[in-house]
């Protein structure tokens, strides 16, 4: 995804002296691309919008109001940090885990800015909107374009599309939460374990992400009877740091084996 | 929590993500663009959401339980690795772990 050449080039580079003829079904070609991108905005803003009606409900569940939970859609605006804020305060954490959890989930969000800076090439202030838009979903929508007329509409149609429609479910399932009354009945708590899944699902491509996400999962099951609320799922971070340092010193040993890379976005939410 | 500290969280990890994610819109690119960042970045999230699906999957407080959402999340991994979309993998587990309550297990 990071790829250097896959650098829209602006549309007015296209060389002046070009035959009208050639410059017309480059015109069209990208006319094309905006348009599958817009499509694509729209189906991917629909799926993952609909799936807000699980948060709102699970949120109210947790014990977060309706004001409460409506501020994490609004404000907050990452589905994954959404949800690991929620699931620390139902069960009880401590305020700092809650936020630390939520902040080491946004931490990819400051890669994808990255990554579509140059892509999207904005004035400093629609960046500062822009940041709120950046998600997983947005920012591998926009990537996939070629030309940046596409990139900006796959980023801007995701983007506020999502926004949009999550917020709306968010609404949605946060007033039918309140009327579930008993969660577990309506297997809530095991729609949240598969909403997480649902997240993970798409980065287990390499062996490298698989053996850390097994090692997570022993880490936060060996620590769930002894540690606090929140805990448990920290340590599992602080284990994927070290399996960073050891995996990229071991790399620079054997500079031949190359693996699968990483990359982060690439999924949806 | 009450409900001023659960305030507190909301506003105080609402401000952190979004700067964050500006962050990453202001910082010379090349800053980010080094690959062991990025690999170390992708592993922590595999990591966290790994742990949740564990302590949302087996955690009761403090206790390592097995009931309804065990099998339910078995479902979900099928429905995904069959490519289910998102919200069917999500309603599938739901309606997997109702299903084994009403029918009176876990």
């Known amino acids: ?3 250097p050449d896959d650098v829209p080039t602006p549309d007015a580079d296209a060389p002046a002296a070009l035959d009208p003829a050639v410059t017309d079904a480059v015109e069209h070609a990208v006319e094309d691309e905006v348009r599958a991108a817009v499509r694509q ?18 949120s109210v569940v947790a014990g977060l109001d309706l ?15 959404q949800f690991a804020l929620i699931g620390v305060v139902g069960a009880g ?27 999207l090439a904005l004035r400093s202030w629609h960046k500062v909107v822009a940041a709120q838009f950046t998600i997983d979903e947005s920012t591998a929508v926009a990537t996939a374009q070629r030309s940046r007329r596409a990139v900006r509409a796959g980023f801007w149609w995701t983007g506020i599309g999502i926004f949009v429609l999550w917020n ?35 980065r287990l491509a390499s062996r490298a992400m698989r053996a850390t996400a097994a090692a997570a999962v022993v880490v936060a099951a060996a620590l769930v009877p002894f540690a606090p609320g929140g805990v448990p799922v920290l340590a599992a971070a602080v284990v994927a740091i070290v399996i960073g340092q050891v995996d990229a010193r071991r790399r620079v040993r054997r500079p031949t084996g190359a693996e699968p890379g990483v990359r982060p976005g690439e999924e949806s939410r | 929590m009450t409900s001023a500290t659960v305030w507190v969280v909301v506003l105080a990890a609402s401000a952190l993500c979004f700067a964050l994610k500006l962050a ?28 949740l699906v564990t302590v949302q999957t087996v955690g009761d407080g403090q206790a390592l339980v097995v009931d309804a959402r065990l099998p339910a ?10 490519r289910a979309p998102f ?3 999500v309603v599938l587990a739901a309606v997997t772990a109702a299903g084994l309550r009403a029918l009176g297990w876990g």
Not at chain 1, 41 to 58: E, K, N, R
Not at chain 2, 73 to 82: G, R, S
């Open chain 1, 168 to 202: 709306a479910m968010t609404l949605a399932g946060a007033l039918a939460g309140d009327a579930l009354g008993d969660p577990r009945a309506w297997g809530l708590d095991a729609a949240a374990a598969a909403a997480f899944l649902g997240l993970l699902w798409p």
């Open chain 1, 93 to 119: 954490g401590a305020p700092v885990a809650a936020v630390a959890t939520a902040g080491f989930l946004g931490v990819r969000n400051a890669l994808y800015g990255a990554q579509l800076g140059p892509l």
């Open chain 1, 1 to 3: 995804m990071s790829r």
């Open chain 2, 87 to 89: 919200i069917v993998v």
């Open chain 1, 67 to 81: 004001a409460q939970t409506m501020a994490l859609s609004l404000l907050l605006f990452s589905g994954g940090s």
């Open chain 2, 73 to 82: 999340l078995a479902v979900a991994a099928v429905a995904l690795a069959l």
């Open chain 2, 24 to 51: 990453g819109h202001l910082v010379p690119e090349h800053w980010l663009a080094d690959e062991r960042v990025s690999r170390t970045a992708a592993l922590v999230t595999a990591a966290l959401l790994a742990a």
């Open chain 1, 41 to 58: 905005a729209v189906s991917v803003s629909v799926a993952t919008g609909l799936y807000g009606i699980s948060f709102g409900a699970l």
